[in-house]
């Protein structure tokens, strides 16, 4: 019983290029949860999806940011453009729809 | 929005004593109140969770307590080991028993001692 999976784990980019991350939810979970953790900090909820929908995503930026949780596939968080401030470590969190939440490994996002 | 504060930032015990972790919300609407444990470079693990229809939950050595009145909850953890060390974060959210987002503490760094 995998439980919800992120990739890649580390990820280095360049200022400007653009960055995605992936998440595959627990098995039997439709709704999935994106955070940001900024080092030596807390996590910040950005956006929540269900299956092809976004739901909440009053925490994401205005601009650069886009997520999408297809029918078929796993969720992506798209980071266009990137730039240094957006180095932190970003997690996913399933559901099955009830409040418990359940993390991924996280991928660490490093912006040289 | 709702807002969660959590003190202390950093707290240190010998091995075998109790552990105390407080924090205070803002949304009296909030209604499931969950902990989760963090170790360095590893994933927030869930530990335990308290709904607003009950005063204390127990786990073993951890327990968790809530004060709807004073708008505030703790975490308690008692005969405390050094694999309990870890970055502890508290969470609220006012929509008890569906899916919705989480809103974090900024984290207490437990370190236990020997």
């Known amino acids: 019983n995998a439980g919800v999976m992120q990739n890649p784990r580390h990820l280095v980019r360049r200022r400007g290029q653009e960055a995605r991350l992936r998440c595959s939810p627990m098995?039997?979970?439709?709704?999935v949860y994106w955070y940001r953790q900024l080092p030596e900090e807390g996590l910040k909820f950005m956006v929540y999806l269900q299956k092809e929908n976004i739901i909440d995503e009053s925490g994401m930026p205005k601009e650069r940011f886009s997520a999408e949780f297809p029918k078929e596939g796993p969720s992506i968080l798209r980071i266009q453009q990137v730039v240094r401030g957006d180095s932190a470590a970003y997690f996913c969190?399933?559901?099955?729809?009830?409040?418990?939440?359940?993390f991924g490994p996280g991928t660490r996002l490093t912006v040289l | 929005g709702e807002n969660v504060e959590q003190h202390p930032s950093t707290l240190s015990v010998q091995e075998g004593d109790s552990a105390v972790i407080k924090c205070t919300y803002s949304?009296?609407?909030?209604?499931?109140f969950p902990w989760y444990k963090q170790e360095l470079g590893k994933r927030p693990q869930l530990i335990i969770d308290i709904r607003s229809n009950v005063g204390e939950k127990k786990d073993q050595r951890i327990a968790v307590t809530l004060n709807k009145t004073a708008k505030h909850f703790s975490l308690h953890i008692t005969e405390t080991q050094p694999e309990d060390s870890a970055v502890y974060f508290c969470a609220a959210t006012p929509k008890a028993g569906t899916a919705s987002k989480l809103t974090f503490g900024t984290g207490t760094r437990l370190q236990v001692t020997l």
């Open positions: 949304d009296s609407a909030s209604n499931y």
């Open positions: 098995k039997g979970h439709s709704h």
């Open positions: 969190a399933s559901s099955e729809g009830s409040n418990e939440q359940f």
